[in-house]
């Protein structure tokens, strides 16, 4: 398993464990912080479901760049980054937004908004070219060969 | 991926991208009001995100992924692979044009029964296919 798969599958795990404790706040009500329900849908929904989906996804599906780093794996790696720093500053801010009048916490919810766009949109700039048939998937494997016997004969 | 999968997880991808944008404008109305009515979205983004993104995802690369016949068609018929992914889709747009207009028709039952008319085809098409073939020791 390569390791953003990896890690996007234990940031899930954690959104899990942590919409879970979100939840047990709202039906034990101790938590004077409004707002709980939405978070503990989206901690679930997005955190947990969609970031494992994303995870498996990037490992599963054909066309995988089998480099590692963040250069050879760019999109994934974003979309990791921006989809985990919006939903953080979305449980941070959504919260607190409701408690304290200062802008700052609105300026953060939107914020968190725009970085959860980006997230799906480089998800899909990094999946849609890799929904391929059997038969393209072998064209772009004998592409690649090609190339790479072009680059090893220009480089001799 | 067979061409049915490869149709269902593009569809997912555009209701992922078009569900979010409906819950980035939902985030933003919270922080700064933009018009009473963009509460309106919350059903359509939830039936997008949770029938448009997960459920046809998921039905999508089942298909492709289950177990396949040892006879062709591999897969089962693809007559009854293609309604599933029509009446899914036709059900997703009734549920979410029943949410954006006034209307006497009952569209949201249509939907849903469009919907579960989709769940049947594809329960029916992969119910043989969940099997193992290695033999037991």
């Known amino acids: 398993m390569p390791l953003i798969s990896r890690t996007f599958i234990k940031a899930g795990m954690i959104f899990f464990a942590l919409s879970l404790i979100t939840s047990l706040l709202i039906e034990v009500n101790i938590s004077a912080l409004p707002g709980l329900i939405p978070l503990f849908w989206h901690m679930l929904m997005v955190g947990w479901i969609t970031q494992i989906i994303f995870g498996v996804s990037i490992w599963m599906f054909p066309g995988r760049n089998r480099d590692e780093g963040f250069k050879a794996q760019l999109w994934g790696w974003l979309t990791f980054i921006f989809l985990n720093t919006g939903l953080i500053l979305r449980v941070i801010s959504e919260p607190m937004s409701g408690v304290a009048a200062t802008g700052i916490w609105k300026i953060l919810l939107v914020l968190s908004a725009i970085l959860q766009v980006l997230a799906v949109s480089t998800y899909i700039i990094e999946m849609w070219p890799r929904i391929m048939s059997k038969k393209q998937q072998r064209e772009k494997r004998k592409r690649q060969r090609n190339r790479k016997k072009k680059e090893e004969r220009g480089s001799k | ?137």
Do not use: D
């Open chain 2, 1 to 137: 991926m067979p061409i049915i999968s490869r149709w269902m997880i593009r569809c997912s991808f555009v209701y992922l991208l078009m569900g979010t944008l409906l819950g980035a404008v939902m985030l933003v109305h919270k922080a700064y009001p933009l018009h009473p009515a963009v509460w309106q979205l919350l059903p359509i983004h939830i039936e997008i995100t949770i029938f448009g993104w997960i459920i046809q995802l998921t039905l999508g690369t089942g298909y492709w992924m289950l177990p396949r016949f040892l006879e062709s068609p591999q897969r089962g018929k693809k007559i009854p692979a293609i309604l599933m992914v029509l009446f899914l889709n036709l059900g997703i747009m009734f549920v979410v044009i029943n949410s954006l207009v006034q209307t006497t028709l009952q569209l949201s039952v249509a939907g849903r029964l469009f919907e579960l008319a989709s769940v049947i085809l594809f329960i029916s098409l992969h119910w043989n296919r969940i099997v193992t073939y290695r033999s037991r020791e």
